[in-house]
DNA sequence: TCTGGGGTCCTAGGACCC
DNA sequence: TCTGGGGTCCTAGGACCC
């Protein structure tokens, strides 16, 4: 039977989390930034028609902001990530197998569907938009890339009503490839799009059309791959079960760039703390970590230095204590004071692996399991709020702590900023 | 003044081995 | 002048994704 690809994907995501809880936010320009309030990362169709791109920094458009009254919001992650599990639950009640591709994405395979893909597409979009309140739209096509691809139509085309069904209608294919810039193909960047624009490549029609030798001189595998599934050869699968990542990091750009020492360990306590929380909930250890420190890589005009240092963890855990103490000791081996500041500091957990894999031997003990200390901090963070329960102290208020001046509400992951309802008695 | 955070895969080149 | 030919493994860097 031949393969059927779905990919649904929420319409500007973090934008459509934050009115789904914020009327408010309805019709006006929204604008949402990244950590520390740096650049923009989610732009409303009114910001869009403003001309503010994606990665623009803030600074850079903060007047343009102001002269129209756009709501600049910071990023709320806890509510993204809520809303992300939310719609991988409803999704995996509408259809047989949903492969979660990123934050907003979702990959559903529609193999062997009876009656019409577009309409079937129409009924789970509009599910979504009703049980969670978030705009979305759907792609079909026999290939992945291609269901991205109509995916991407469906945004742009008001006509489609949020659904272009390319399984369904083959004869519609090479129209698509024609008006998709090859710089737009899933898996062709900003590098090969200027690569295959020297040789005359434009379109992804041009792209399918590109004889394989030549695809392969220019792009090597990926991009073969990527031409084989714009021609309809399906090279990649949903994957429902997706395998264990390999590394995990937790960093953040500092609030204000800082040479203090104690400052950055602080920094480094609270993300190797948050970075041993992220394994125990995916049931991993791991075998070694990076402390890296970074001086701001924009600022030219300011000292660059990059330092950092690996510490091995064995036995593999996923133990705070073991983890803290480790990337401390990392991090006292790459410190380098010097004149400059640094504005950046992070934790990389490498050499991951599933807790229940690891194998010890003469010498060494393996944890199964997180301990019961561990155990505990999680429920207690879990059920009340993250941050509940921290080893040791940290302020909340340090300038190293990324700045977040617009800060929604935890509506989701908090117990107390639940929003409240108020229903009313019909007037009379 | 001011530019995110977190991943994956591929490739080239060096080290090392026989 | 002129010094083999393959393997494997590891790492760093590039490119891509959201």
């Given at each position: 039977?031949k393969p059927?690809?779905?990919?649904?994907?929420?319409?500007?995501?973090?934008?459509?989390?934050?009115?789904a809880f914020?009327?408010s936010?309805?019709?006006?320009?929204?604008?949402?930034?990244?950590?520390n309030?740096?650049?923009?990362?989610?732009?409303?169709?009114?910001?869009?028609?403003?001309?503010?791109?994606?990665?623009?920094?803030?600074?850079?458009?903060?007047?343009?902001?102001?002269d129209?009254?756009?709501?600049?919001?910071?990023?709320?992650?806890?509510?993204?990530?809520?809303?992300?599990?939310?719609?991988?639950?409803?999704i995996?009640e509408?259809?047989?197998a949903?492969?979660?591709?990123?934050?907003?994405?979702v990959?559903?395979?529609?193999?062997?569907?009876p009656?019409?893909?577009g309409?079937?597409?129409?009924?789970?979009?509009?599910?979504?938009?009703r049980?969670?309140?978030?705009?979305?739209c759907?792609?079909?096509?026999?290939t992945?890339?291609l269901?991205?691809?109509a995916?991407?139509?469906?945004?742009k085309?008001?006509?489609?009503?949020?659904?272009v069904?390319?399984?369904g209608?083959?004869?519609?294919?090479?129209?698509a490839?024609?008006r998709t810039?090859?710089?737009?193909?899933?898996?062709?960047?900003?590098?090969?799009a200027?690569?295959?624009?020297?040789?005359g490549?434009?379109?992804?029609?041009d792209?399918s059309?590109l004889?394989d030798r030549?695809?392969?001189r220019?792009l090597?595998?990926?991009?073969?791959?990527?031409?084989?599934?714009l021609?309809?050869?399906p090279?990649?699968?949903v994957?429902?079960?997706?395998?264990?990542?390999?590394s995990c990091?937790?960093?953040?750009?500092?609030g204000n760039?800082?040479?203090?020492?104690?400052?950055?360990?602080?920094?480094?306590?609270v993300h190797?703390?948050?970075?041993?929380?992220?394994?125990?909930?995916e049931?991993?250890?791991?075998g070694?970590?990076?402390?890296?420190?970074?001086t701001?890589?924009f600022?030219?005009?300011?000292l660059?230095?990059?330092v950092s240092?690996?510490?091995?963890l064995?036995p593999?855990?996923?133990d705070t204590?073991r983890?803290?103490?480790?990337?401390?000791?990392?991090?006292?081996?790459?410190?380098?004071?010097?004149?400059?500041l640094?504005g950046k500091?992070?934790v990389?957990?490498?050499d991951l692996?599933?807790?229940?894999?690891v194998?010890?031997?003469?010498?060494m003990?393996?944890e199964?399991k997180?301990?019961p200390?561990?155990?505990?901090?999680d429920?207690?963070?879990s059920?009340?709020?993250?941050?509940?329960?921290t080893?040791g102290?940290?302020?909340?208020t340090s300038?190293w702590?990324p700045?977040a001046?617009?800060?929604?509400?935890?509506?989701i992951?908090?117990?107390?900023?639940i929003p409240v309802?108020?229903?009313?008695?019909?007037q009379?």
């Amino acid at each position: 039977m031949k393969p059927v690809y779905g990919l649904l994907d929420i319409n500007n995501c973090f934008v459509s989390c934050e009115r789904a809880f914020n009327p408010s936010l309805e019709n006006v320009p929204v604008l949402v930034l990244s950590a520390n309030d740096g650049c923009a990362i989610a732009r409303s169709s009114e910001v869009k028609a403003l001309g503010i791109k994606m990665g623009d920094p803030h600074f850079k458009i903060a007047r343009l902001c102001e002269d129209n009254a756009v709501r600049v919001l910071s990023s709320n992650f806890a509510l993204y990530c809520g809303m992300s599990m939310r719609l991988m639950a409803e999704i995996q009640e509408l259809v047989p197998a949903a492969e979660q591709y990123s934050v907003d994405e979702v990959f559903i395979d529609l193999t062997g569907m009876p009656g019409d893909l577009g309409e079937y597409c129409r009924g789970i979009r509009k599910a979504i938009r009703r049980n969670l309140g978030l705009p979305n739209c759907v792609g079909t096509g026999p290939t992945k890339t291609l269901a991205k691809l109509a995916n991407q139509l469906a945004k742009k085309s008001k006509a489609a009503d949020s659904v272009v069904d390319l399984a369904g209608h083959p004869e519609w294919v090479e129209k698509a490839l024609e008006r998709t810039s090859v710089g737009d193909v899933w898996g062709i960047g900003a590098a090969s799009a200027a690569k295959l624009s020297k040789v005359g490549v434009l379109t992804a029609l041009d792209l399918s059309r590109l004889d394989d030798r030549t695809v392969s001189r220019l792009l090597g595998v990926s991009g073969v791959r990527t031409a084989g599934e714009l021609r309809g050869v399906p090279f990649y699968e949903v994957e429902t079960q997706p395998e264990p990542r390999q590394s995990c990091m937790v960093s953040r750009s500092f609030g204000n760039p800082t040479g203090d020492f104690e400052m950055i360990r602080e920094a480094v306590i609270v993300h190797a703390t948050a970075a041993a929380e992220k394994l125990r909930g995916e049931s991993l250890v791991a075998g070694a970590l990076t402390v890296f420190c970074e001086t701001p890589r924009f600022r030219k005009d300011l000292l660059q230095k990059n330092v950092s240092a690996i510490a091995r963890l064995m036995p593999p855990t996923s133990d705070t204590l073991r983890i803290v103490k480790a990337a401390v000791s990392a991090l006292k081996a790459a410190w380098e004071p010097g004149p400059w500041l640094y504005g950046k500091a992070g934790v990389l957990m490498a050499d991951l692996c599933l807790a229940s894999n690891v194998s010890g031997d003469l010498f060494m003990q393996p944890e199964k399991k997180p301990t019961p200390l561990m155990d505990a901090m999680d429920r207690l963070n879990s059920r009340f709020a993250r941050g509940t329960v921290t080893l040791g102290t940290t302020s909340k208020t340090s300038s190293w702590r990324p700045r977040a001046d617009n800060l929604s509400a935890d509506w989701i992951s908090d117990w107390s900023q639940i929003p409240v309802a108020v229903a009313k008695p019909p007037q009379s």
